[in-house]
């Protein structure tokens, strides 16, 4: 009977122990949940807000390439042939590897020769397969050339992520792009992709150049 006793008293404390374990742990979700929404929001932000960045006076245009055959590489073209001819910067530099046939970059500088633009004014960068190996390999490139800045021109929706990696491998850097205005539904579709792609490439460049070098 005593040991009876003895668990009836024990059992409201378990009961009010569970109730409080089980209250702090969803307190603690609901925070995370909340950190993470604010994450969201202000990448959002950046993503809006860099989308309507305008190009500066610079050493060379980075031209980031996509699918040679996509509506998003013929106005990236658009964009690159606009500000070679407004005197942006003399050089070029055309990047991406791909899947095709031929390289992003070659395609690229095939349509660049095509509007105009001398060879030797155009850098070949034909390795990188992501964004992140866009901008690293590029800079390699500048450095070659003695380009100390750069005009980043891809899609609007893209430049927060592109502005962010430059920040985290020291490429100094302005950047424009062109809205998707008659791919609506596309663009909405992207900048939510952009959100974990901006996540990702942050950590992988600042891992990559930021500790490594250190290291």
């Known amino acids: 009977t005593k040991k009876m006793?003895?668990?009836?008293?024990?059992?409201?404390?378990n009961v009010n122990l569970n109730i409080y374990s089980i209250y702090y742990f969803y307190k603690k979700v609901d925070e995370i949940i909340r950190i993470i929404f604010i994450i969201i929001i202000l990448i959002f932000l950046d993503i809006m807000i860099t989308s309507y960045s305008k190009a500066k006076k610079s050493d060379v245009i980075i031209l980031l390439g996509c699918n040679l055959n996509s509506f998003f590489i013929n106005q990236r073209i658009e964009k690159t042939i606009e500000l070679y001819k407004k005197n942006i910067a003399k050089h070029i530099i055309v990047t991406g590897k791909g899947n095709g046939k031929i390289s992003e970059a070659i395609g690229m500088r095939k349509r660049l020769i095509e509007y105009g633009i001398p060879d030797e004014y155009i850098h070949v960068e034909d390795e990188a397969m992501n964004t992140y190996e866009n901008l690293k390999f590029s800079k390699r490139i500048m450095i070659l050339n003695n380009f100390k800045n750069a005009t980043i021109v891809s899609d609007a929706y893209h430049?927060?992520?592109?502005?962010?990696i430059c920040g985290n491998i020291n490429l100094e850097a302005t950047f424009e792009g062109k809205e998707c205005r008659y791919y609506g539904r596309y663009e909405i579709l992207a900048i939510i992709r952009e959100i974990p792609a901006y996540i990702k490439d942050f950590?992988?460049?600042f891992i990559d150049y930021k500790i490594k070098k250190s290291g």
Not at 5 to 13: D, F
Not at 159 to 164: D, F, G, M, Q, T
């Open 159 to 164: 430049l927060a992520r592109i502005k962010l």
């Open 203 to 205: 950590i992988i460049s």
């Open 5 to 13: 006793a003895k668990k009836v008293e024990c059992g409201p404390k």
